[in-house]
């Protein structure tokens, strides 16, 4: 049997209401099945985990995304998590059976469908890129939603799919195909968003850190507490374990502890190799957040 995944990433965090809207789409649905969702109220995001057939997950995506474009107003979002649009992203990830190149079919599908239904601008982004400055998601989200009007008059930022022109309720999507990727977040026990600041950029790959490591720092306000956030784009490279333990010790060497980390959606079984949840103080942490669990109830 054929698995693709699908991990939409919405710009709501603080509506209940409009995230189980969301779901429910998804749940009308046949031949999906939904791993996780979470909403983060700092980060101003939400996101939704689902596998199935192509076909289904295609579905599943339209239906979800649409709900979303008309609950969804940008006009008065703000949140730490840098986002271009309602429907900020939405990655596919071929997990079984498949390759690439039908994940890169699925994307371009959806994302012509979607722009076409909607009048939201489409970039695509990851294997799906068509133009190769456009591979790295950081890069099509520098300057966020605020400065889309303005790059959007440039004609080297004319969009993939969609109107060529600013969506001011909506925003801009970027949907792409790509390999697994880890959502992971480490919560320091401090409020000094500097030190996690600090932290993010002697890790991530951009800064000289670790290859395939993404991260930043912010202040969860919620909380009062500072958070590296970090997406680990090839875990069998660059390890959570590795990530975990350089938190750590540059923590450490701030006088700082860890309260806790946290996965956003779901992980591969071996991403877990070498050390147990327990000694990445993982919160909320189940086997239903280890995706190999679930593929035998597409079978069902």
Known sequence: MKILECVPNFSEGRNTETIEHIVEALHQIHGI?????????????????????????????????????????????????????AVDVVPFIPIQNLDMTEAVAAAHRFGRSFAARNGVPVYFYGAAALDPSRKRLPFLRNGGYEMLRKKMNDPEWLPDAGPAAFNLRSGATAVGARDFLIAFNINLATSD?????????????????????????????????????????????????TVFNAVKEKAAACDVDIIESEL???????????????????????????????????WC
């Open 264 to 298: 956003i959606g779901c992980l591969p079984r071996n991403a877990l190799d070498g050390i147990t949840p327990d000694e990445l103080k993982l919160c909320d942490f189940c086997d239903e957040r280890i995706i190999e669990t679930h593929y035998s109830e597409l």
């Open 33 to 85: 099945k939904i791993l996780n969702y979470s909403m983060d109220s700092d980060h101003h995001r939400s996101v939704v985990t689902f596998i199935g057939t192509p076909e289904a997950v295609e579905q599943g995506a339209a239906a979800a995304c649409d709900t979303a474009i008309r609950l969804i107003d940008m006009r008065n979002h703000a949140g730490v998590h840098p986002r271009n649009g």
């Open 193 to 241: 968003v500097a030190i996690a600041k600090k932290i993010a950029a002697e890790i991530r790959q951009s800064s000289g850190g670790f290859k395939h490591v993404q991260a930043m720092g912010v202040l969860l306000k919620s909380r009062n507490l500072a958070q590296v956030s970090m997406n680990l784009t090839s875990y069998r490279e660059t390890s959570v374990c």
